[in-house]
């Protein structure tokens, strides 16, 4: 829904893209695709849009997001990934993708390769294969991940319009990890933290966070914005890199 309204969030990250340096190609992980034991990245020429979603308003299935694909991009990155990558040509963009592109670069213009997660990996596989990414950085790709730090869509309906001391606590928590690059506290939780349990759920939201998180770089600044709470769900974005280009987005 947050593409479809004016709210904070995406202003903020529309905002982003006009700030953000123009990148040659995006390189984007979604939570949307979950896969086992493989990384695929898309490798079509003109990925399709993909409505992933049930019981939205009309206007969100209308939505098109026709970036180019960026195959040249998706063979660099199998080579970096080594054999667990496999290139898929059939594969579009979910709404992971174009649900946070859309905003930051409308004009759809720029080429655009998704990656899946494969969820057979441990958070510290995920955090592997970022920093393996890291190199494309230096070819002027922008390397993202697409998903929520806390989603929990059973417990949504019964918190929604609210801020859960639980989610408070854990939101926190992530973003002293965060600005702190503790890794340890961003990719290991005990069996009994409830907090974790309650936030990340199923997993496949909280782990695409962790592939900038591996491909940052020594040097790199942190910023944190759109950092707001509904219930079960966050929209907390982070950004790598020159923190400057989120000054008042927060």
Known sequence: MTVITDNAERRALEELGRRLPRPDAVLLVTAHWETHGETRLTAGAHPRTIHDFRGFPQELYEISYAAPGALALARRAAVLLGERA???????????V?????????????????MSVDMSLPPEGHLALGAALAPLRD???????SGNI????????????????????FRNRMNAALRGGDETSLTQFAAEDEE?????NS????????YPLGARGEEDDVA???DSIDGSLSMTSVLWGDARLAERLQ
Do not use: K
């Open 86 to 96: 496999v290139l898929d040509e059939e594969m579009g963009f979910d709404h992971g």
């Open 98 to 114: 174009w649900g946070v592109l859309r905003p930051m670069f409308p004009a759809a213009d720029i080429p655009v390769v998704a």
């Open 139 to 145: 070819e002027n790709v922008l390397i993202a991940g």
């Open 150 to 169: 806390i989603h929990n869509l059973a417990l949504w309906r019964q918190s929604a319009g609210t801020v859960p001391a639980w989610a408070d606590s």
């Open 196 to 200: 974790a349990r309650a936030a990340i």
């Open 203 to 210: 997993g496949e939201h909280y782990l695409p966070l962790l």
């Open 224 to 226: 944190i914005f759109n």
